[in-house]
């Protein structure tokens, strides 16, 4: 979704974060990032060694508006996407045929959260007001 777009991780959602951060830690992977959405959830980056995309855990606690009961085929949570220019991203994405599913900012970071036809979400996320490239003066 864009030229500068780079896509980084897939994430997981997780029913007791603990439980699945030991098993995917015993398994070899390594935690890279963590924190807690401004909603509540809480998130781990991992990456497997040798490996540059990354699994993120996502965990929403009872009473979160992202909050689900688990169904089979529920686990999966979205893509993710880093884009210098969100809405860009996001202009693409509706064009190409998606649904908007929610955008919000959350300190200095748009995060756009788009859903696909069959209703799976692609996020980007970047600065919540991106640069703009500086005109060059036109040369004689």
């Not at 924190?35 to 979160?64: A, C, D």
């Given at each position: 979704m864009g030229g500068a777009a780079k896509f980084l991780y897939s994430g997981l959602r997780v029913r007791q974060l603990a439980k699945s951060l030991a098993f995917y830690t015993k398994f070899g992977f390594r935690v890279v990032a963590r924190g807690t959405m401004q909603h509540g959830g809480e998130w781990v980056q991992m990456?497997?060694?040798?490996?540059?995309?990354?699994?993120?855990?996502?965990?929403?606690?009872?009473?979160?508006?992202?909050?689900?009961?688990?169904?089979?085929?529920?686990?999966?949570?979205?893509?993710?996407f880093y884009a210098p220019d969100p809405l860009a991203w996001k202009r693409k994405a509706l064009k190409a045929g998606g649904k908007l599913a929610v955008e919000f900012i959350e300190g200095k970071m748009r995060l756009v959260q788009i859903r696909d036809p069959d209703g799976n979400w692609l996020e980007a996320f970047g600065p919540a007001k991106?640069?703009?490239?500086?005109?060059?003066?036109?040369?004689?």
């Amino acid at each position: 979704m864009g030229g500068a777009a780079k896509f980084l991780y897939s994430g997981l959602r997780v029913r007791q974060l603990a439980k699945s951060l030991a098993f995917y830690t015993k398994f070899g992977f390594r935690v890279v990032a963590r924190g807690t959405m401004q909603h509540g959830g809480e998130w781990v980056q991992m990456r497997y060694p040798g490996s540059h995309h990354r699994i993120e855990l996502n965990f929403y606690p009872k009473g979160n508006r992202f909050y689900e009961p688990f169904r089979v085929g529920t686990e999966f949570d979205h893509f993710g996407f880093y884009a210098p220019d969100p809405l860009a991203w996001k202009r693409k994405a509706l064009k190409a045929g998606g649904k908007l599913a929610v955008e919000f900012i959350e300190g200095k970071m748009r995060l756009v959260q788009i859903r696909d036809p069959d209703g799976n979400w692609l996020e980007a996320f970047g600065p919540a007001k991106p640069r703009r490239a500086r005109r060059r003066p036109a040369t004689p």
